[in-house]
């Protein structure tokens, strides 16, 4: 399986982007898919899931509010729409795929890196103040 992830660029704070992220190679549909970044020397963390039919989800709280995934499963891609861009926000975007289409009923497991098997290279988001 692999995962290209586009989308990243620069964009004032209160901007907009989104990301996608094309999936080739195994059964699409069979994949959770998820979002995760790593801002300057931190931890890369958690952004969001979705699931294989794309009717359940989970975010970050802080980007809840703000962020939606989704998926489309006859493009073979995922989307990660940002609105309301804070400089909190600038990281390396990665996206993430684990093989079985049901999000873990675990909060612990579904925000973990070790969840995921898959991943593409990340893009850059720079959100200027």
């Known amino acids: 399986v692999q995962l290209q992830a586009s989308g990243g660029g620069l964009v004032q704070a209160g901007g907009s982007l989104r990301l996608s992220c094309a999936v080739s190679?195994?059964?699409?549909?069979?994949?959770?898919l998820a979002w995760f970044r790593q801002a300057p020397g931190k931890e890369r963390e958690f952004v969001a899931t979705?699931?294989?039919?794309?009717?359940?989800?989970d975010y970050l709280v802080s980007v809840k509010r703000r962020f939606a995934i989704s998926r489309d499963n006859s493009k073979n891609t995922m989307y990660l729409q940002m609105n309301t861009l804070e400089p909190e926000d600038t990281a390396v975007y990665y996206c993430?795929?684990?093989?079985?289409?049901?999000?873990?009923?675990?909060?612990?497991?579904?925000?973990?890196?070790?969840?995921?098997?898959?991943w593409g290279q990340g893009t850059l988001v720079t959100v200027s103040s």
């Open positions: 979705i699931s294989g039919t794309g009717k359940s989800s």
């Open positions: 993430a795929a684990k093989s079985s289409p049901v999000l873990s009923p675990s909060m612990r497991q579904r925000h973990s890196r070790n969840e995921y098997t898959y």
């Open positions: 190679g195994g059964t699409f549909n069979s994949y959770t």
